[in-house]
């Protein structure tokens, strides 16, 4: 059963950074390419980022380019988002997300975390 | 980027009946490669991250019963839900995954009447 376990949520402050996690099992994670997307409070989804199985391939939504850094580290089964320079506009639930088939980087999305909750407020 | 409407917003269905919600996407999304409309559907209940519905725009997920079709191709797609269950209320969204951004519809309410 694939299994993705996000952590890293908290509350931090206009101008903070804070790391996120996604813990992964219950499928060989080198091989499908994963998604972190996140939903405001009582709001719609919204796409942020994508990374290829093996991190060579990248991409952001405009309003995270250059502040957020998606990475992986496969030996961990693990997915990363490091977030800098959070305004309140990042306060949103976070999901990581696997893609439906391997090797594949246009892809929906089959399987989903719970989220993590990252408020930013001062 | 590609813009992704829905509609209605929202929309109340009696059980059993049959509920209709459209996806427009701003530039096609059929890829010529496979012939393959790149739009997938999920649906997400209060409290629960959103579950794949439907990928390639009409292949229907494992598990999804078949009361649920996609239909669709270009630029114009619909979701149907045929004799309405009390476990279908919920928020239905498209989604391209045609180019980066991956962008999303806005979602679109369903509810009983």
């Known amino acids: 059963e694939v299994q993705l376990v996000e952590s890293g949520g908290a509350v931090v402050q206009p101008g903070g950074s804070l790391r996120l996690s996604c813990a992964a099992s219950?499928?060989?994670?080198?091989?499908?390419?994963m998604h972190w997307v996140r939903q405001r409070p009582g709001k719609g989804l919204e796409w942020v980022s994508f990374?290829?199985?093996?991190?060579?391939?990248?991409f952001y939504t405009d309003s995270v380019k250059g502040r957020f850094t998606v990475s992986r580290d496969n030996s961990k089964n693990s997915l990363y988002l490091q977030m800098n320079n959070l305004g309140p506009e990042d306060t949103a639930f976070y999901y990581c997300a696997k893609t439906i088939h391997l090797s594949t980087i246009f892809n929906a999305v089959d399987s989903w975390g719970q989220g993590t909750l990252v408020t930013v407020s001062s | 980027d590609f813009v992704m409407t829905q509609s209605p917003d929202s929309l109340a269905v009696s059980l059993g009946e049959r509920a209709t919600i459209n996806c427009k996407s701003s530039q096609s999304v059929l890829y010529s490669g496979n012939n393959k409309n790149l739009l997938a559907w999920y649906q997400q209940k209060p409290g629960q991250p959103p579950k794949l519905l439907f990928y390639w725009a009409s292949t229907r997920e494992s598990g999804v019963p078949d009361r649920f079709s996609g239909s669709g191709s270009g630029t114009d797609f619909t979701l149907t839900i045929n004799s309405l269950q009390a476990e279908d209320v919920a928020v239905y969204y498209c989604q391209q995954y045609y180019k980066s951004p991956f962008t999303f519809g806005p979602g679109t309410k369903l509810e009983i009447k």
């Open positions: 219950g499928f060989k994670f080198d091989d499908y390419g």
């Open positions: 990374i290829c199985w093996i991190g060579t391939t990248i």
